[in-house]
Every structure is written in C-alpha cells, then in structure tokens.
C-alpha cells in the first residue's frame, strides 16, 4: 500500500492535473478464496447490481441471533481474508453479512469510491428484506478503507441500525494518501486529491454508538487518522486502543472487543 500511494504522490507532483479521485490508488481486489472455516455455518449470496454480480458470506450462529453485522472489508483482498475478524462475533450469537464489493473475490466489475458506496446502499436494503434479518437489530462495521464505506451508510440510515464499529479507521481518502507521501507533496496532494466522502465529515451526523478500534503501532492506517474520526464523532464513542499491528485487535484480544460491541446494543 506505501508504494501504491507514493506512485500516486509522483504522479500528482509531476503533473498539472484536475481534482480527481485517483481510485485504482486505494483499492487491490484479490480473486485468491480462502477456504471457509468449516466451523461456521454459512450461505452464500449473489446480488445483482446494475452491470455487475456482488458475492457475499452471510455467517449464521448458533441459535437465534442476538444482531446483525453487514461487514465492509479493506482495501485489499477479499471477505475470505477477514474471517479471523468475524469469526468471533459468530461464535458470540452475531450472525455477520460480508459483502464483496465489485473487483473482489467473486464479485464483478471495477470498485470505484462512488459505486462501492451506492453498493453498499444496495446490500443494505437487502439485507433489511431478508426475512431473517427483520426483528433484529442492525450495525455497521468498517475494516481499514471499508470504515469509509459504513461511516457513509451510518449517516444515511441512523434511524435502521443501532451502532457503527470502525477498526483502522480513515478520515479520508485524501488524508490517507497525504500521509503516505513524503512531507513536501502532502500539500499537493490535498489540493489535487478529492474525497467524495470522508468518515471524517460523516461521523457528526451519525447520532448511534460509534466503537473506533486502533493500534498506535499501525503501519498501514496512521493512528491519528482514526483520532481525528474519534474526535469529531457527537454521540456516544468509545476509542478502543490495542497494542498491534493493522486490524489485528480481533487476534490479540477477541474477548474483549466482542464485550465492547455488545455494550453498544445493551
């Protein structure tokens, strides 16, 4: 991911170019699957959106469920690659739907900052339909560049869910690929690269339970990207800091982030 976001920071300094997303910068889809863990029960599901088909793993537990979790992956691999972040939500009466949003896994097309957000709505309101969703209670968790994503649906369904879990959190994509740079294009950087959201701008407006997981030894999303989210968040927060590397709060102490996500719904 350095790399890719020093490319992009060559890129705009050597040349005189218009705001744009520069999208193909943030996302590295994986068509590799996983095995499956054998030990959770699962459905797969494709949903047909526009031109494309997204794939997803709907997780069960066992027995009822206790809630809902609609999973928005990272920037890189696929939703087999996050399993060991699901896992014990499931194990703890969690049943967790993991999208793979366009270009990942089985999935078709090309993710863009703009479709994967219109995805995301999408996969929402599907969920919403299911039969064994209804009666439920709904939240949302982001992992790394997916907390973009579950910030947006937050702010635009406050009233259908009861809480947001953002683990590696982004303020943006903006602020993302100015703090891979070097110090001289940061500038540049923040000119010429537009975010057409930002969890950041979102976090206000969302008025649920907001649970923000970081490492301050992350190397991959800088710490003070997920406090700037935890700063601006109004509601109810909690800033769950773990000594780790990226998204690995789930493998070092699954017990008690799993306590914490439930005292957002109780």
């Given amino acids: 991911m350095k790399k890719a976001f020093f490319l992009l920071a060559v890129l705009l300094l050597s040349t ?13 889809p994986n068509k590799t699957w996983k095995a499956l863990d054998s030990s959770m029960q ?10 494309v088909t997204l794939n997803a793993l709907f997780f069960k537990p066992v027995g009822q469920p206790k809630a809902t979790v609609l999973f ?11 399993q060991y972040m699901v896992k014990p939500l499931v194990e703890h009466g969690y049943q967790v739907f993991m999208i793979d949003f366009r270009g990942y896994g089985k999935s078709s097309g090309k993710p863009t900052h703009l479709n994967i957000a219109c995805d995301g709505q999408v996969v929402f309101d599907y969920l919403l339909g299911r039969p064994d969703v209804k009666g439920t209670k709904m939240l949302l968790f982001g992992a790394s560049i997916g907390t973009q ?20 959190a982004i303020s943006s994509f ?7 740079a070097p110090a001289e294009q940061q500038a540049m950087i923040k000119q010429y690269l537009t975010s057409p959201y930002a969890a950041k701008t979102d976090i206000p407006f969302v008025k649920l339970p907001v649970l923000i997981v970081h490492s301050k030894e992350d190397k991959e999303v800088p710490f003070a990207l997920a406090e700037a989210v935890y700063n601006a968040a109004i509601g109810k927060k909690e800033l769950y800091i773990y000594s ?13 982030y799993v306590n914490k996500i439930d005292r957002l719904i109780y």
Avoid: S, W
């Fill in 16 to 28: 005189h170019l218009l705001k744009a997303q520069f999208d193909d910068k943030f996302y590295f």
């Fill in 42 to 51: 699962v459905e797969e599901v494709n949903l047909p959106v526009d031109t």
């Fill in 72 to 82: 928005c992956h990272g920037a890189g691999g696929n939703v087999t690659f996050y």
């Fill in 149 to 168: 994503v579950a910030t947006r649906l937050a702010r635009d369904n406050g009233d259908k869910i009861q809480a947001l879990v953002l683990d590696g």
């Fill in 174 to 180: 903006t602020d993302l690929a100015a703090a891979y």
């Fill in 244 to 256: 780790g590397t990226h998204l690995a709060a789930m493998k070092e102490n699954a017990g008690e």
